[in-house]
């Protein structure tokens, strides 16, 4: 058996942030890596973003550099099947054993599927998947997408501008239907239509069928065709792990704001876990760069004896051809809502307001550098002079 000073379940971003945490206040105690991923752990915003746009590379995505640099031991290819809290003990699928004495899980989530068994049908979550993509969405191919929300939407524009030919279909009535008012949605939909791209909005899939030299995605109305089809449905909290070890979980692992789960020196952090929103007085899950990488540092540097919280709310952003976003809150196209724009549709304000009628979501449509100042209106009224306050405070 192998033990670590440091056990960390996962290898993504928040894995990643976690070991420099820990790095913060100890140098020399031993780390643990156990990641189910092929590869050490990397950024993933860069997948559906700067890969395609060229800002970056492949050798840039690498969350913490070389393992060696920060004293690691990686454990790839390795899925942590049991935990034993009491026991300190961690099993693998191939029956190893690991000991710990501090333990982070960051164990992610796993993408909604349909029912294929075709090669050509990828979600967008891991490198390869980026990879395989990256190798049939190359100019003059044809991909169908199935999902309106972020990767969906972030994925057709990369493909455009890489000249594939695109399609989309979802059951919402728009792009990002779920979470922009129908009015803002109709609006970038009506942009896609316009960079060439073939919406099927309100449309739910049947069936999935590999016919050799084109793969064909069929609903109630229509069939649409492409070399590869990306699922992009969003992701199931990978919490399976820290429930049967006995620990709280709604819907992600329960921490406080210190990352701190119910079982003693136990952590959590990232897509999986479900931290305090203060200012919304309640818990939230958030599947966010921002999320990841303050949540794995707050648990990292608290593994090892640091006193750091986690206290502002996680921000995310989105680029979408020629427009973009940042939010903080809560963002669901059922609320109701107060949009305050400098040019309708193409900069402004948008506030989100619970029944009580505080704001709970604040998106920044085309304007930057304001999420210091939409924290600070949660749990609020909506501004009386509602409007952009950029301050500077946020660097993407």
Known sequence: ????????VGGGMAAA???KGIRRHD??????????DRYPPYDRPPLSKQLWTGEKTLEHVWSYGTARSLAVTEHLSTQITRLDPAAKRLFDQHGRE????KLLLATGGTPITLPTDSARVVCLRTLDDYLAIWRWGQPGQSVVIVGGGFIGAELAAALVRRGATVAMVFPEHGILGRILPRDLSDHVTAGYLTHGVNVAAGETVHLIEDRGAQVVVRTEHRSLEG????????????TQLARDAGLAVDQGIVVNQRGETSAPDIWAAGDAAEIP???LNRTVRVEHEDNAVVGGRVAGENMAGGHATQDDLPFFYSDLFDVGFEAVGILRSDLDTVAAWTTPFEEGVIYYRDDAQRVVGVLNWNVWDGVANARRLLGGPVPSTPGPAPTGDVQR
């Open 27 to 36: 140098r020399v105690g031993s780390i643990g890596l156990l990641s189910m």
């Open 17 to 19: 942030a976690a070991v």
């Open 98 to 101: 690991y000991g710990y004495d």
């Open 227 to 238: 070399q590869l089809v990306v699922l992009g449905l969003g992701i199931r909290a990978n």
């Open 1 to 8: 058996m192998i033990t670590y000073r440091y056990a960390i």
């Open 277 to 279: 929103a203060p200012s």
